[in-house]
């Protein structure tokens, strides 16, 4: 073998290694149910056998930061509700690692998907549903492969998978004509065989353990970034206020003095950092004096403020004020969030509930399905 050849040949292992290491395959109809024994939303560990009494097993694999996974929180919900009177078990698992998720992966989701934050959204939208989290090693979900969030799986009185694939063909509840999952439960309760076994699937891919490199990657990007700070006259106030930039916009005033202000900075970064790929944008507006730029810059820099940075350009704070809010005579933090019509959406004076605020964002953000910002709405 030529050295060209063996160059091609190392490739082609080296390659083959790789995709071995990432690919992670469907559990196969037929298969016995993997045993699983996890920790839930509810503060118990529940395991495989203690639905052994059911005629039906259904494991269904979510998440919160996906949008798709969204759309059938209140589906898994149902589905539980409308199969409990006949014993029909629904086990919904998450099994991202969150340490793989990018932060702008979040673009859609107020939080991220560790088991706090599946309390959050449990208690935020009221999922009365068996919730179990599998983020940390990911072995119950490397046994059963699933593809993306969602995607179901359904075993009969014996454990053995039936059915594997969609919970039913659109995220969109009013375009949804076939109902796959369902139907699958239903032949199994009947003693029939489903007539469907697989699909595939839609939504958001598993985050895997081994993504954790791209979201470190993320990081080290924005780290490297320069921060920067400018001064901002009276007039760059007025201006900012009627919010130019066609975007949805949060302006926080802050001060190095101000340790609610400081508390709350990496947040409002995250937020930045999380919505900055869709139609928002992030101002802050030191209320130091002039000749506090920096020290200012430091405390900046110390929490990487890659966004748009401001410092008051006059040492009279209240005619600054008056400049972007007549009616604001309090302290800092004073947070905003401005529409591109200048429309003020959110006002907080004092520390910002910071889920609040994502949320007041996400419902506002133009997406491509009314129901997105639906669901961030309460509708």
């Not at 969609?166 to 489903?194: C, G």
């Not at 001060?255 to 609610?260: D, V």
């Not at 990496?266 to 999380?274: N, W």
Request: proline fraction near 4%.
């Amino acid at each position: 073998m030529n050295s060209l050849a063996k160059i091609f040949a190392l490739i082609v292992i080296a390659a083959a290694a790789t995709f071995s290491q990432t690919t992670h395959p469907i559990l196969p109809i037929g298969s016995q149910a993997p045993n699983f024994e996890l920790p839930g939303i509810d503060g118990k560990t529940h395991k495989l056998a203690d639905y052994s009494s059911s005629p039906v097993l259904v494991v269904v694999f979510m998440c919160n930061h996906c949008p798709i996974a969204q759309m059938y929180e209140q589906r898994v919900g149902q589905l539980a509700a409308d199969y409990a009177a006949k014993g029909v078990a629904v086990v919904a698992i998450q099994g991202n690692d969150p340490k793989a998720l990018r932060i702008d992966e979040l673009d859609s989701s107020d939080i991220s998907d560790t088991l706090d934050e599946m309390k959050i959204r449990a208690e935020y939208k009221n999922l009365k549903y068996l919730y179990l989290y599998d983020g940390d090693t990911q072995a119950v979900t490397r046994a059963y492969g699933p593809q993306a969030t969602p995607h179901v799986f359904v075993f009969d009185a014996d454990r053995k998978l039936r059915y594997e694939g969609r919970f039913d063909n659109n995220f969109r509840i009013e375009q949804v004509k076939s109902t796959e999952a369902r139907d699958a439960i239903d032949a199994l309760l009947a003693h029939k065989d489903p007539a469907v076994t697989h699909t595939g699937v839609f939504g958001c891919s598993t985050k895997w353990a081994e993504k954790k490199a791209q979201s470190d990657d993320t990081m080290r990007k924005i780290e490297a970034q320069s921060v920067t700070v400018e001064l901002a006259t009276a007039d760059d106030l007025k201006k900012l206020r009627a919010n130019p930039t066609g975007k949805f916009l949060v302006v926080n005033f802050w001060a190095t003095w101000c340790g609610a202000c400081i508390h709350e900075m990496p947040d409002l970064q995250d937020t930045f950092r999380m919505y900055n790929v869709r139609e928002f944008d992030l101002v802050t507006v030191a209320a130091n004096q002039p000749d506090e730029k920096e020290g200012v810059l430091k405390m900046l820099q110390k929490f990487h403020a890659t966004s748009r940075n401001l410092l008051f350009a006059s040492d009279d704070t209240a005619a600054m004020q008056k400049a972007f809010d007549p009616e604001w005579e309090s302290a800092v933090p004073y947070t905003v969030l401005i529409a591109p019509d200048g429309k003020i959406l959110y006002k907080q004076v004092g520390s910002i509930d910071v889920l609040e605020l994502r949320r007041k964002i996400l419902a506002a953000l133009p997406s491509d399905y009314i129901g997105f910002n639906k669901y961030w709405s309460g509708q």
